[in-house]
């Protein structure tokens, strides 16, 4: 309800790459992110192929990955993608093909934090390879205005987001003049 979806939805629009997402759960194993191998048929034969998982396609086409309430994912499984998303840029499926992200790879994960000891987030292994944006929930007066349409009090502001490399500057406009956010 704060926006985290949408954003992550925009990006690959804005800069013309592909998305691959997935919602993770706890019952999640690495197979669906990473690759499975999987039987077809051909001549009256069948063979095993492995087929790419949703985060080895999007690194394979340069794409984003997103990976929606990633927290509930088994520690392992998260950190099993750790290769992919450090400067090694890379992961191996388990038939040992290797996988090699594009230069434009980009990997995205959301959850929702909790103040609730019980309650797991991301592993601190997998957490240090990400930049971490908090999203707080708009006032409810604003909400109520926007969802009833009521924009003619707000005050519009321009914002962007440069990526370069692996970096990505927040910024706004200032009159004619980009700054950071």
Same mark, same amino acid.
């Given at each position: ?8 939805? =925009?990006? @690959? +629009?804005?800069?013309?790459? @592909?998305? !691959? &997402? ?10 669906? *992110?990473? $690759? ?5 048929g /051909? ?9 790419n ?11 984003? !990955?997103? $990976?929606?309430?990633? &927290? /509930?994912?088994?520690?392992?499984? /998260?950190?099993?993608?750790n290769? *992919?998303?450090?400067? +090694?840029?890379?992961?191996? %499926? +388990? &038939?040992? #093909? ?14 929702n934090?909790?103040? %609730?000891?019980?309650? %797991? ?7 240090d390879? !990400?930049?971490? *944006?908090? !999203?707080?929930?708009?006032?409810? =007066? ?5 969802a009833? /349409?009521?924009? &003619?009090?707000? $005050? ?5 987001i ?6 990505? %500057?927040?910024?706004? #406009?200032? $009159? ?6």
């Open positions: 309800g704060v926006g985290k979806t949408d954003m992550v939805i =925009q990006l @690959p +629009r804005i800069v013309g790459r @592909p998305l !691959f &997402d997935i919602t993770c759960d706890s019952y999640m194993t690495e197979a669906p *992110l990473v $690759g499975f191998p999987e039987l077809s /051909q001549n009256g034969s069948t063979v095993t192929k492995w087929e998982g949703v985060a080895s396609k999007a690194a394979e086409e340069n794409g984003f !990955f997103y $990976g929606d309430e990633f &927290d /509930q994912l088994p520690g392992s499984v /998260q950190k099993r993608l290769s *992919l998303f450090d400067d +090694r840029r890379c992961i191996t %499926r +388990r &038939d040992g #093909k290797v996988i090699t992200a594009g230069d434009n790879f980009m990997g995205v994960v959301s959850y934090p909790s103040e %609730r000891l019980s309650k %797991r987030e991301l592993e601190e292994a997998v957490a390879r !990400f930049v971490h *944006l908090s !999203f707080e929930y708009l006032p409810p =007066q604003l909400e109520a205005s926007l009833l /349409q009521n924009t &003619d009090s707000l $005050g519009l502001e321009e914002r962007a440069l990526i370069s490399g692996d970096t990505m %500057r927040f910024m706004y #406009k200032s $009159g004619s003049t980009w700054k950071d956010y």
